[in-house]
């Protein structure tokens, strides 16, 4: 049977600081005079630590990969037809707004600006909160940003909302993190350039 035993670090107290005189003192202040209350493992052979990739390789290639998968090239193909969308928006726009040719070229700059400026920041909102939460942030965004510009009543508002299409845009590479970091390691390969 195998335990899993939490680190000193995340438990309430936090670590416990031992002074010179034997006593233990917690972060928070208090004094703990029994050192036997600080969690000590002396047989570590009858312990075996896991960690996510151990666990992903044991699990093989499931329904929870497949799942993650299918969702994540969604998202790729959803972006895809948001930058070829660009190309059948950009004649329609020139007529109706009489735009110069640096005008037209403009509305799909602001959408790679808006993707230059959000990427960093959101992966590293990924690295600390979670892919998960920046997929469902991005496609929130992508969806709303993409709807509000059918009604753009001028250029300036058609370059703003494309833009935050853009910021939405940078976050979709997360889909693709996210299925590296579950897919078993001798798949990996095949599923994520067939994905692409």
């Known amino acids: ?9 995340h438990r309430p107290g936090g670590i416990p600081k031992t002074s010179t005189d034997g006593s233990t003192h917690q972060p928070n202040g208090s004094i703990n005079h029994d050192p036997d209350d600080i969690l000590t493992v002396t047989d570590s052979d009858n312990i075996k630590t896991y960690t996510v990739e151990d666990a992903v390789e044991s699990l093989g290639l499931g329904w929870f990969q497949a799942k ?17 969308m660009l190309a059948v928006l950009s004649p329609l ?22 993707m230059g400026l959000s990427a960093p920041p959101l992966g ?6 979670g892919r998960k939460v920046v997929l469902v942030m991005v496609t929130l965004c992508i969806g709303y940003f993409g709807l509000l510009t059918t009604f753009s009543p001028s250029f300036g508002w058609m370059l703003f909302l ?9 976050g ?25």
Do not use: H
Not at 1 to 8: F, K, N, T, W
Not at 93 to 114: K, S
Not at 162 to 170: L, Q
């Open 1 to 9: 049977m195998q335990y899993v035993v939490s680190s000193p670090r």
């Open 68 to 84: 993650i998968f299918v969702i994540g090239k969604l998202i790729a193909a959803a972006d895809a037809m948001e930058m070829m």
């Open 93 to 114: 726009v020139r007529c109706e707004w009489a735009l110069n040719d640096y005008q037209v070229a403009f509305i799909t700059t602001a959408v790679f600006i808006g």
């Open 124 to 129: 590293i909102v990924g690295d600390k909160y």
């Open 162 to 170: 494309r833009g935050m299409v853009g910021v939405g845009m940078g």
């Open 172 to 196: 979709s590479p997360q889909g693709f993190s996210l299925n590296a970091e579950y897919i078993p390691s001798r798949y990996r390969a095949k599923l994520l350039i067939f994905g692409t």
